[in-house]
């Protein structure tokens, strides 16, 4: 038990603790007028009096839904059967149909207002776009079947197709990019990079939706696989992690001057990229069924069949 | 206020997009019939009829309880003192005999019907396999705490202990690991490598539940890090940022040939590997007390005490 | 419809099932009795008896708030107009107050408890740093202005700035270090620390609190970047994925020998430094204007406007 003195302390601190918080707090009516008055300087950005965009709730939201109608059974909470199936998928389709056309709707009238054009056929053309997008649902169903192969294939440490299916983040950042790819090419804008960032921060993969990449393609381990926006990748290619297709280096104004022009490589049918290499621009062509070593620097092309690989260097041995 | 004319222009476009929501929608059934049928495409991927599997929601869950029984204190949303210990604690793990028997239950079943097996004794089994887990929690605490001291000792930027267990993704991998391969090595299916790859997505660091690795193992800054299912690490071992712990080249239909054979490196005690380096192969053996710096590419053993170091590669100065 | 024998059957398994249950669950007392014992080994670590410390649900809470405050409008769920921005903000602030004055207290009583310390003015204390803290913000969004802009000037595939504020990881990173980096200089304890691990999970950049870093920063990718404790930066320095800002190569005891010493590189204004790239050490002062190319490893000085390359590796073509 506290004796009085020890009370009587406790109270005195309790009582300059509230003080305290009441003089401090006092202070911040003229803190955020200075907030305020900060965010109308021109130099700083905001978004105010501006449409909302996709947040990356609702992104994932949209993303979660796509899966289980990719892969269904795979990622639902409740066993699905041969007779639910079409219940199950029915439903998914519709609630999808709604999240995905608002956010399209959202994604077109923040880049409407941007251009400061008038914006009357965006609801319109964000159902056309949803029912666009989910017509294309079987294909890219087929397509990601050919990406899962391609993994159990490759990777001796998998067990089951399943596993790949439940964990394997190559998969993961495939399936996003294929999505996002699928609303790229109509044209949606920002909806496909929030998708792509999204996978990026779970996994590591950084594949910008508009490279355009074939089936059974593999990205095994994954972190810090770079994939650049103009980047064209065959069929049956399989990457490690940290590969980089990317650009040649670029001056400090390179932003402005090279925005639309092809600057990433292209990689033909059945390659293997091991990790940590660096393929660079778009005059670089590595033809089919080459294999390009480990930590492998390059930014020429090397003709079908070609094995690429970095001469031992040197170690020193103390 | 609006005019007239406005608010009937306003009235026509909210029409027209009603209208247009409805004729797009009405095209949904058709496109629901195309996804159910391109489900039972023999070469796409499907879950029907199957076990559940463990939800990456309940991993999580899993491994959150398991962070605060294996730090007590350090993750509770209340404070724990040497009173209320026991109880905090009996009920954490009463909880979590029931959440890790139910998915280890459900990792089971789901194996068992992949070979058509009958699967009487899962429920029994999951029961057996989560006791033994729970028992092996006080070895595991004893051998994590020589992780965090290894961390207090490697990293000059550690101000204490306790920002190494709050903060450090090396110490949450390696806790991951550490649940991961007790429950790999008691055989049970999938869960490992989903909470594998559950930590592989939080920090970068991707360790497979099969490797061996002794006490006293740390990892600094740790994204890209790989290692891979059949390494083996001795005590007392350091690595940086991007190392991989790899296998060799693997032609097109490596998967099948080699799952289940040893692939992966060898390093002995009190070996530090800095960041970059790529240590490939089930032939290469990293002698004790060996130092291995950044960026090194090896597929040959090295002796005990010996450090190697790439040969400075010639830089070009404009 | 099942037959009678088929449900003796399931009622027997359903029996065996709840009978190996109670079976094991009475075996729980014992471990629970033995992981509480285990949880007393002086070799291992607990937190009882001690501070609660920032929660990571905590720190995630208060960097959304900080990100609608900072980039108004962006990352609202409401629109945002000229009218509301004040009201907005003026309650977004106060919250904060609350929420940040709480946790900087929880830092603060958590490392007095830890010397022993008595603690009576941490109250006082906590709400001193966040006003000082919220004080700061106008200044912070002015840089992260110049942040924006630089990504925008440096990435090609960048559509608006707009893009760059909502999906960016390389901002995200960016702006979660000025805020850590004020808190750390406030001298704020493990706070920092806990952001910095945050944003470094969500994007794979790791950039230490302590490091001081000039305005017009652009990371690009980003996954892999190490940027260390007393790294300096000037201004207009950009970087691109698995770049490393680290310390030279550590004995086994450096901890406890080089705890707050200069141990990291020197970037001046306007350098370029491209993917994979390491600079160690703090005797490494890159002189402004510079461009480090792709893969370079470096633990020397360069004068301003000095570009270096990687001497063209002999590659072997097969």
Excluded at 161 to 187: C, K, N
Excluded at 210 to 234: K, L, P, Q, Y
Aim: glycine letters at 8%; hydrophobic letters at 40%; a negative charge.
């Amino acid at each position: 038990m506290k004796r009085p003195d020890e009370i009587k302390d406790t109270m005195e601190v309790c009582k300059a603790g509230f003080e305290s918080r009441t003089r401090f707090r006092d202070q911040l009516p003229s803190v955020v007028d200075r907030i305020v008055e900060s965010c109308h300087d021109e130099k700083c950005f905001e978004h105010i009096d501006a449409e909302l965009i996709p947040s990356q709730e609702s992104v994932i939201g949209i993303l979660k839904r796509l899966r289980e109608i990719l892969f269904p059974g795979y990622f639902d909470q409740e066993s699905i059967d041969r007779m639910n199936l079409t219940y199950q998928l029915g439903r998914s389709v519709d609630l999808l149909f709604e999240m995905l056309s608002e956010q399209i709707a959202h994604s077109m009238r923040h880049e409407c207002l941007r251009y400061d054009q008038p914006c009357v056929e965006c609801v319109q053309l964000s159902y056309e776009g949803t029912l666009k997008f989910l017509e294309s649902i079987p294909k890219m169903r087929l397509v990601l079947a050919t990406d899962v192969r391609a993994a159990y294939e490759g990777d001796p440490a998998a067990q089951s197709y399943d596993e790949i299916v439940f964990s394997y983040p190559g998969i993961f950042a495939i399936m996003v990019y294929r999505i996002a790819h699928q609303l790229f090419t109509q044209q949606i804008p920002l909806l496909p990079r929030i998708m792509s960032e999204y996978a990026h921060s779970v996994t590591g993969i950084d594949i910008h939706p508009g490279a355009r990449i074939g089936e059974s393609f593999f990205i095994d381990h994954g972190t810090g696989v770079v994939i650049g926006e103009t980047t064209v990748i065959g069929k049956n290619v399989r990457l490690y992690q940290g590969v980089t297709l990317g650009a040649l280096s670029l001056p400090k104004d390179a932003g402005e001057r090279l925005r639309a022009t092809r600057r990433h490589p292209t990689i033909e049918d059945d390659v293997i990229i091991y990790a940590g290499a660096t393929i660079l621009g778009a005059g670089c062509v590595i033809g089919a069924r080459s294999v390009i070593g480990g930590n492998v620097w390059m930014t020429e092309s090397v003709p079908p069949d070609t094995k690429v690989l970095l001469e031992a260097h040197r170690l020193i041995y103390k």
